[in-house]
C-alpha cells in the first residue's frame, strides 16, 4: 500500500506488516525517515485525496469521508490539515 491507495481503511499494523516490519519498528523507522508518524502520514494523504474529491466531483461530503476512510472523524481532520 502507498500513496495510490489512501482510501482503504489501514493503521500502522497493516502497514507495517506490508514493509514486513513489526508495528514498532515500522512506526520508528518511517519517523526517522519522513520526520512523521504513520498515521499522520496517511491521515494526510486521505485529506489530499478528500480535497481533490472536493474540487473535482459533485460526491457529497458523508460519501467522501466513507471513501477516504474517516467517516467518523473526517471533519476534525480535515479541518486540522486545511486551517493554518
Same mark, same amino acid.
Given at each position: 500500500m502507498g500513496p495510490a491507495a489512501p482510501e482503504r481503511t489501514a493503521d500502522v499494523t497493516d502497514l507495517a506488516a506490508h514493509a514486513r516490519m513489526s508495528a514498532r519498528s515500522f512506526a520508528r @523507522?518511517? @519517523? %526517522?525517515?519522513?520526520? @512523521?508518524?504513520?498515521?499522520?502520514? %496517511?491521515?494526510?494523504?486521505?485529506?489530499?485525496?478528500?480535497?481533490? %474529491? %472536493?474540487e473535482t466531483t459533485g460526491t457529497s461530503i458523508d460519501d467522501i469521508a466513507v471513501r477516504c476512510g474517516t467517516p467518523a472523524n473526517f471533519r476534525q481532520h480535515f479541518r486540522r490539515a486545511t486551517v493554518e
Open positions: @523507522t518511517f @519517523t %526517522l525517515e519522513t520526520g @512523521t508518524s504513520p498515521m499522520k502520514w %496517511l491521515n494526510a494523504a486521505r485529506v489530499d485525496h478528500a480535497r481533490e %474529491l %472536493l
